[in-house]
């Protein structure tokens, strides 16, 4: 089962706009990663933010956490078509047994239009 | 530097039939996990191997099963094979364990008829 839940499902915007995408997740988490896909591809890592962080900055990118309510956003600023893709979150999630996962959720798929 | 390559890049097999895929993790790390991705879903985590044992499994059943070599790089084998086993099969190397990122490869799609 997946445990993250990317919001929205789809987003379509203009080139040079912002897109914010939102991640919910259910259990407690040691870190939180974003990922992009291209066309079915393999998976970029864009971003690792510890449960311990409540922002982090990477160019264009701004990722916050809330870990009180288990959820994240990705924000891409002065967005270009380039960027069209699909993004995903993926939560660790750690058992006392020391058992690791790392969790993706369902996805936003951005459209960037010029 | 070459990044995590996997091989084959695509592959057809029938029902019941069984596949091994492969890949190779990214100069300098020692653990490669695989995942599932059927069409509009997000990764499913299947397995990670370090020091050439398996340590830790996702909810797929035993017809998945998978090894690592002295050099890191690793197999996945699927034994009779279900329809449902179509998917995009993506390969990942990092650092031990999940707290650092993953590089991913670019996955090897996987048609069964």
């Known amino acids: 089962s997946q445990q993250g839940e990317e919001d929205p499902q789809a987003l379509s915007i203009q080139e040079g706009e912002n897109a914010t995408m939102n991640c919910s997740y259910k259990t407690s988490i040691n870190n939180l990663q974003w990922y992009r896909q291209n066309s079915g591809r393999g998976l970029v890592h864009l971003i690792l933010i510890r449960s311990n962080e409540r922002e982090k900055h990477s160019g264009r990118l701004r990722v916050t956490l809330d870990t009180s309510k288990k959820s994240s956003s990705l924000l891409i600023t002065a967005s270009r078509a380039a960027d069209t893709a699909s993004y995903f979150c993926a939560t660790l999630v750690e058992a006392d047994t020391g058992f690791q996962k790392l969790v993706f959720g369902t996805g936003t798929r951005l459209l960037v239009s010029p | 530097d070459a990044g995590v390559t996997q091989s084959p890049t695509h592959l057809i097999k029938t029902r019941g039939q069984q596949v091994t895929l492969r890949c190779s993790p990214k100069s300098g790390h020692d653990t490669v996990s695989w995942y599932q991705q059927a069409l509009g879903q997000g990764p499913q985590f299947i397995f990670q191997y370090y020091e050439e044992e398996e340590r830790q499994r996702g909810n797929f059943p035993d017809r998945f099963s998978g090894h690592q070599f002295p050099n890191y790089s690793s197999e996945l084998n699927v034994n009779a094979l279900l329809l449902g086993d179509s998917a995009l099969y993506l390969c990942?190397?990092?650092?031990?364990?999940?707290?650092?990122?993953?590089?991913f490869g670019p996955g090897t799609r996987l048609t069964v008829t």
């Open positions: 990942a190397s990092s650092l031990p364990g999940f707290r650092y990122e993953q590089y």
